[in-house]
């Protein structure tokens, strides 16, 4: 980041998910990370299949770990679509189609064994890509693309192969997605 951009902020939120303010994001991660607002996305290929990343190895946050397709945070005042449109652009060069939220309440904690917490409410989204991915290789290391159905059976019998939030959100997806 160049001394011209500014940093990424995120959106804080109070115990209701009232939005109260926004942070940095690069200092909004530690052992007692605030409540905000994120979101998570399942690309699918038009075929049935769902692209799964790892995450790249410099990430903050459960670096080299296999998650769902991206995740990331709004702007402050970003329509969480259009943050998800962005974040796509950004991470995967993807532009997507069909972008539909599908759990919109989830929201998770967890500690990294680093003891950095993720503490999100973080709606989910379904999308379509448009092409296929050429990653950032700040955000992502790894990718491919899976049947829905292996995924999901992933979820089920080794949920700790996966980030925290894509196991829990996996068994929600399935009954919203079929197996």
């Known amino acids: 980041m160049s001394a011209a951009t500014p940093p990424e902020r995120v959106v804080l939120l109070d115990e209701h998910r009232r939005p109260v303010g926004t942070a940095d994001k690069r200092t909004v991660h530690h052992a007692h990370t605030p ?3 994120a979101f998570s996305c399942y690309v699918f290929d038009g075929r049935g299949n769902v692209l799964v990343t790892r995450r790249a190895l410099a990430k903050r946050t459960w670096p080299g ?6 995740c990331g945070h709004p702007a402050p005042g970003e329509e969480l679509a259009d943050a998800v449109r962005r974040r796509a652009g950004h991470e995967l060069g993807l532009d ?3 972008v539909e939220l599908v759990l ?3 929201a998770y904690r967890a500690t990294a064994p680093d003891g950095t917490v993720e503490n999100e409410v973080c709606p989910v989204f ?11 290789p700040d955000e ?3 990718w491919r693309w899976a049947p829905w159905s292996e995924l999901a059976e992933l ?9 925290p939030w894509a ?12 197996d």
């Open 35 to 37: 409540l905000h607002l």
């Open 65 to 70: 770990v296999w998650t769902n397709s991206f």
């Open 96 to 98: 997507l189609v069909d």
């Open 104 to 106: 919109p309440d989830f």
């Open 126 to 136: 379904r999308a379509t890509a448009a092409g296929e991915p050429v990653p950032n």
């Open 140 to 142: 992502v290391v790894e």
């Open 155 to 163: 979820g089920r019998v080794a949920p700790w192969a996966i980030s």
């Open 167 to 178: 196991a829990e959100q996996l068994p929600l997806l399935a009954e919203v997605f079929g």
